[in-house]
């Protein structure tokens, strides 16, 4: 059984964030040999990135107080240094962090925390051509979204259990470490994951600071006393206290489907047949 709330939430903006805007508009001034030479798992946050950690940790705050609530039971942080950062700086009352390297952001292998051109040039070609999928198609000699979700299970699954079930937890992470998230607590079909990344509607974004909150207790029906109602998550919402206009939606219900043989074959004859001997 999951525990009754989850949060998570992406790291400020960071200097890998930063440099690739620079990288994007043709600027590269930013790129000196000792920031090339530094992996991203060290990137630090930018002043920008520094300034939204509090913003995010009074929204939390707030919450806690509202919830007559002291602290947060358990605290989770990426061992990477912009994550690190964040958490800190959320000043949250009475943290004790454990981090944990299954939370690290997704691997970009080849592409780097700042893509080569050539590679740009590759992945562009290949989003033309349809040939990206993206959930399955991993970055050149990195993860896909796939793998992600896979690396991920271990700690989903230390996260249901009974001994948390009443229990409020944090999670400081990573946007695409959050997409992956998404998908398993509420059940996202690949297809579909592609079709909202292609959309990248506001209310699938993840901006720096988002807050993702997974809850097993009613949060619409307020005339019903406060109960748990399902052993997993029921519903979703999507915060960014830094920019709400970026980001996010009101709560919503997490439909737990299960699907018919005709439903099966409606989804597969949704890709026509090319071949037929």
């Not at 806690?64 to 949250?92: G, I, M, Q």
């Not at 990195?142 to 944090?170: F, H, M, P, T």
């Amino acid at each position: 059984m999951f525990p009754t709330d989850i949060f998570l939430v992406r790291h400020g903006e960071s200097e890998g964030n930063a440099a690739l805007r620079q990288f994007e508009k043709d600027k590269f001034s930013v790129f000196t040999t000792e920031f090339l030479n530094r992996h991203h798992s060290h990137f630090r946050l930018t002043d920008k990135g520094r300034a939204q950690c509090p913003v995010v940790g009074e929204w939390l705050k707030e919450w806690l107080r509202k919830k007559k609530l002291p602290h947060f039971d358990e605290h989770f942080v990426s061992t990477h240094t912009r994550a690190l950062e964040t958490a800190a700086l959320l000043n949250l009352p009475n943290a004790k962090w454990k981090t944990d390297f299954q939370l690290h952001e997704r691997d970009t292998g080849l592409w780097g925390a700042i893509p080569d051109k050539k590679w740009q040039k590759r992945y562009d070609r290949s989003k033309r051509l349809g040939q990206n999928h993206h959930f399955y198609t991993p970055w050149p000699d990195g993860e896909s979204i796939a793998d992600v979700c896979n690396r991920l299970r271990n700690l989903v699954g230390a996260l249901d259990r009974e001994d948390v079930n009443q229990k409020r937890i944090i999670i400081v992470a990573h946007g695409d470490v959050m997409q992956a998230f998404r998908i398993i607590f509420e059940g996202i079909l690949p297809d579909r994951y592609d079709e909202l990344s292609k959309a990248n509607l506001p209310d699938f974004r993840i901006g720096n600071g988002q807050i993702i909150h997974y809850t097993r207790v009613d949060p619409i029906d307020t005339a019903k006393p406060a109960r748990t109602l399902y052993d997993r998550f029921g519903w979703v919402r999507s915060i960014n206290p830094w920019c709400p206009e970026y980001a996010g939606h009101d709560w919503r219900a997490i439909e737990q489907r299960r699907y018919s043989n005709a439903e099966l074959l409606a989804m597969a004859e949704r890709s026509s047949r090319l071949i037929n001997e």
